[in-house]
T-cell receptor, first 112, second 113 residues
């Protein structure tokens, strides 16, 4: 079972535009992470935001977290063709489990 | 340090055969995860090790699945009597703690024919 749901499932934009993807989850969390996955490859960790943080930046990435709505967003600014990938959120539930629960992913395509 | 290494990268096997995958985590990481990912889906948790101790297993890990991490170093995932439904990408991840996120290997893609 997957706790997270990303929205939209697929997104196609022009190079230079911003891309926003959202993640909703179901239970209380310690932190939330975003990962990128290029086709057929492993996942690359992008950014981690703790439950007591509301916003975090890393280069062209901006992540927000709203624990009252159980949602997070990932913004990629000034997108590049190399940003084409699937993006997943992963939550660390507080319910005494060690597992990270991944969402279903957003497939981003950046057109040159 | 070359990151998390998984072998083999690809495995094609006949239904009913046993397969074993290996994961070599980053040497100083004491936490190790196995996940399974099918096409178009996010990774699904299979099992978690802290050092050599297997602390959590998913119900997805049926009796045909077993994982080990002897001496808290590399880990193996074995699937016995493979079924076509086992076809997936098997991902290993290691980390030193939740604060920094986890490093994933490139995965082993299993095809059961």
């Amino acid at each position: 079972s997957q706790q997270g749901e990303e929205d939209p499932q697929a997104l196609s934009i022009q190079e230079g535009e911003n891309a926003t993807m959202n993640c909703s989850y179901k239970t209380s969390i310690n932190n939330l992470q975003w990962y990128r996955q290029n086709s057929g490859r492993g996942l690359v960790h992008l950014i981690l935001i703790r439950s007591n943080e509301r916003e975090k930046h890393s280069g062209r990435l901006r992540v927000t977290l709203d624990t009252s709505k159980k949602s997070s967003s990932l913004l990629i600014t000034a997108s590049r063709a190399a940003d084409t990938a699937s993006y997943f959120c992963a939550t660390d539930p507080t319910s005494g489990t060690y597992k990270y629960i991944f969402g279903t992913g957003t497939r981003l395509k950046v057109l040159a | 340090d070359t990151g998390v290494s998984q072998n083999p990268r690809h495995k094609i096997t006949k239904r009913g055969q046993n397969v074993t995958f290996r994961c070599d985590p980053i040497s100083e990481h004491n936490r190790l995860y196995w996940y399974r990912q099918t096409l178009g889906q996010g990774p699904e948790f299979l099992t978690y090790f802290q050092n050599e101790a297997q602390l959590e297993k998913s119900r997805l890990l049926s009796d045909r699945f077993s994982a080990e991490r002897p001496k808290g170093s590399f880990s193996t995932l074995e699937i016995q009597r493979t079924e076509q439904g086992d076809s997936a990408m098997y991902l290993c991840a290691s980390g030193g703690g939740a604060v920094y996120g986890y490093t994933f290997g490139s995965g082993t893609r299993l095809t059961v024919v």
